[in-house]
């Protein structure tokens, strides 16, 4: 079972590949069209329904299945500390909400935050996170590694933005660290919460700001490379604890499709 969970990982890591290489490619087709048209919002959303279609037909669910039961205090006290580096991390959205929902663009730029959102949380935390933990199942933190190797891919993804999206290298290369960040805050809570779904809800409502909270400007390195760093750390620290399973009783194990159980479970 160890050696076909792996192979089907590897399968389901081709796949999403695959999916990467053919967006990535559209993004380069459309080099210089900044997306503000109805017709271009349409054409993304229905490349992305086609995209969850193949998702489901072969994932078959959004859930990561776990076994155990998170005690209550610490769901909470997780849920809390998510939750408040979400504020902190992402607080230069509030100045821009209003500007956002009076602009005529509104109904394109909720499109494009929508659709962006459910493609990269699928792509990046659904196959990709899916894949390398099939793939990792056999070593002793797969959900981590998963979570480090998925989030640094999402920030690699955005690198686009610099080859055909017009960006200043420097400002692009904050935009990756922010989207490392961002990635592995939204895999905590893909994890915490065993789907997917929430994560599509935050990506969403972070990406309703199209030039996003650093591309307003560039922040001084020391600082940007501070302020990420923790909170890139925080989060490893944070799935890495959970995956250990200090807060159960026993350690827990990724089984087959994703799922956790006891060492000593049948």
Known sequence: MGRSRINKGFKQLFVAFLSFSIFWISAALRA??????????????????IFLVMYYLIFKTTKLKIRQKI?????????????????VAFNGIYTHIHIVINSANFLVILLIAVSSALLEEFLFRGM?????????????????????????LFGFWHLSNFFWGGQPLEGTLQQVIFAI???????AVRIISKDIWLSVLIHSWIDLVPSGPIMSKVAPWGSALLIYGIII?????????????????????VSNKGSMEHPNEK
Do not use: D, H
Request: proline residues 1%.
């Open 71 to 87: 005690e209550l205090r610490w769901a909470v006290t997780l849920s809390a500390l998510l939750i408040l580096f979400i504020f």
């Open 32 to 49: 210089g069209n900044v997306m503000l048209t109805i017709q271009l919002a349409i054409i993304q959303c229905v490349m992305v329904i």
């Open 181 to 187: 960040a961002m990635g592995l805050i939204l895999v």
């Open 128 to 152: 990709f996170f899916q894949a390398i933990l099939n793939i990792l199942s056999k070593s002793n933190l797969p959900l981590t590694y998963s979570g480090i190797i998925s989030s640094l």
């Open 233 to 253: 750390t925080f989060l490893i620290f944070i799935i890495f604890i959970y995956e250990q399973g200090l807060f159960f009783k026993k350690k827990l194990l």
